[in-house]
């Protein structure tokens, strides 16, 4: 069931008035079965429907498409009218973006070089309070419906390096943290939803760096487990004694877990860790 064929019965008839001009076409067409409605026919004809371009005069767009069964017939006779007056599909409206700054409470005991301050006597000073400025950009676009799929990326940071502003962002560096959703709006027939949101961008990664310390230390041993490994030198976890005392404070400890008595800042590790999840963020509306 639906459209067989269709042919153009009038090559079309154009006027002007004070807003664009107009263009409307004549075509009669050949369905199936005396019970097609017009919704097959839209469904068929999806060319001829609103905001679709003209076939030849690039500058006019359908703006209305009607059509009547002659009686007892399977053809009906229809119009399209073209239009160049300005009125856009709130739809095709590109995305816009804004960026502003926002300073992060942070506080550090590394030095720019990204190494551990420590003081004199060796140990690790007090965390200095340091905010960290980031970057946030704005998206805004208009949506068909509510992408709730979006709300399922927040709190997760990008896989992939993605443009924005004219410069590529590292994965791990723009994180979503908000997905607004506004009322269901109406322009030209079309609804749509206002929809908002926000990356943020670090460009130290949105991963948490910390020095390696612990009360405890991987020591070297022969194992004297009887098993396969008996007589090999294996790591034993061992708690960590200062003139046979436990420490007061974590003690740092070197790449392979020893403890070091007395670290230099060249000696000590730091390890980063991901935690956050990671996604393919540009399936968002970045453009």
Known sequence: MGVVRWDVKDAGQIRSNRSGQELTQKLQIYVSSLDDSLLEIKRDLPQFQRWQPHPSQASF???????????HAKI???????????????????VR?????????????????????????????????KPERIRVFVFKKNL?????????LED??????????????????????????????????????????ELAYRKSKWNYRYP???????????????GPRFG??????????????PPNEPQLLDRNGLWI????????????????????????PLR
């Not at 390696?212 to 009887?226: I, M």
């Not at 090999?232 to 005392?245: C, M």
């Not at 590790?269 to 968002?284: M, N, R, S, T």
């Open 212 to 226: 390696s310390v612990g009360y405890n230390q991987r020591v070297p041993e022969t194992s004297r487990t009887p």
């Open 76 to 94: 009906w006779m229809a119009s399209v009218r073209y239009t160049d007056t300005i009125t856009r599909n709130p739809l095709d409206e590109p």
């Open 97 to 129: 973006y804004s960026m502003r700054t926002e300073t992060l409470p942070s506080a550090t005991i590394l030095n720019r070089r990204g190494r551990l301050i420590l003081n004199s006597a060796g140990d690790i000073v007090q965390p200095i309070d």
């Open 232 to 245: 090999q030198p294996v790591k034993v976890r061992r708690p960590i004694l200062i003139n046979g005392q």
């Open 144 to 152: 068909p419906q509510i992408a709730e799929w979006m709300t399922d």
């Open 156 to 197: 997760v940071v990008n896989s992939e390096t993605l443009r924005i502003g004219g410069r590529d962002r590292e994965p791990r560096s723009l994180l979503l943290r908000k997905v607004d959703f506004g009322e269901m709006q109406e322009q030209n027939d079309v609804e749509f939803y206002p929809t908002t949101f």
């Open 61 to 71: 767009f359908v703006d209305e498409f009607g059509a009547d069964q002659l009686e």
């Open 261 to 284: 008595p007395e670290p230099e800042p060249q000696d000590v590790v730091i390890l980063e860790e991901e935690i956050y999840e990671q996604a393919p963020l540009g399936v968002l």
